[in-house]
Antibody
């Protein structure tokens, strides 16, 4: 079965960077895109961006351009999302999700809590 | 890209039907037949319930249905059950640059 397993919770100081990983299994990793979505405490979902493991093409949401980098490692079927220049309002649960056709997300990771605090 | 507009909450008794609206613009909901809906229970990851406006993934009960008219998409839950109590989010494709935008979310309460 399709499974996305994310790395553990992180605590970072303002201005630092964080890198969250997402290991996929149960399907051909390079055949499906990966999107990243975040959810601040008590808030809604926010799409951050998308990457194609097949060719590395990316597309980032306007709110994150210049501050986020998404990469994949096909040898380990793992996607990574790095967010830089962290602020307190970046405190959120970050999810990776399989993205078959760039318009919906059919499997999700369990989420990674990133806390930004001085 | 502004979030799609959903009602903050809806409620219904077991067995009743509830409908959640999701209003966007001609640049997202109205421009493409690519609206999806997600169910999220507290502390859990979202779950895909509807994609491409009205298609149900395997395993999703047929009590859940989706539709769209103009710039507004809708999710209807028929025969409401206790386990349907959750937050629901719509999502729409927005074109080739930013791809996706979520709705503001709706809390469904089973009375």
């Amino acid at each position: 079965q399709v499974q996305l397993v994310q790395s553990g919770a992180e605590v970072k100081k303002p201005g630092a960077s964080v890198k969250v990983s997402c290991k996929a299994s149960g399907y051909t990793f390079s055949s499906y895109g990966i999107s990243w979505v975040r959810q601040a405490p008590g808030q809604g979902l926010e799409w951050m961006g998308w990457i194609s493991p097949y060719n590395g093409n990316t597309n980032y949401g306007q709110n994150f351009q210049g501050r986020v980098t998404m990469t994949t490692d096909t040898s380990t079927s793992t996607a990574h999302m790095e967010l830089r220049s962290l602020r307190s309002d970046d405190t959120a649960v970050y999810y990776c999700a399989r993205d078959p056709t760039r318009d919906y997300f059919d499997s999700w990771g369990q989420g990674t809590l990133v806390t930004v605090s001085s | 890209q502004s979030a799609l507009t959903q009602p903050r909450s809806v409620s219904g008794s077991p067995g009743q039907s509830v409908t959640i609206s999701c209003t966007g613009t001609s640049n997202d909901v109205g421009g493409y037949n690519y609206v999806s809906w997600y169910q999220q229970h507290p502390g859990k990851a979202p779950k895909l319930m509807i994609f491409d406006v009205s298609k149900r993934p395997s395993g999703v009960p047929d009590r859940f249905s989706g539709s769209k008219s103009g710039n507004t998409a809708s999710l209807t839950i028929s025969g409401l059950q206790a386990e349907d109590e959750a937050d629901y989010y719509c999502c729409s494709y927005t074109g080739t640059y930013t791809y996706s935008v979520f709705g503001t979310g709706t809390k469904v309460t089973v009375l």
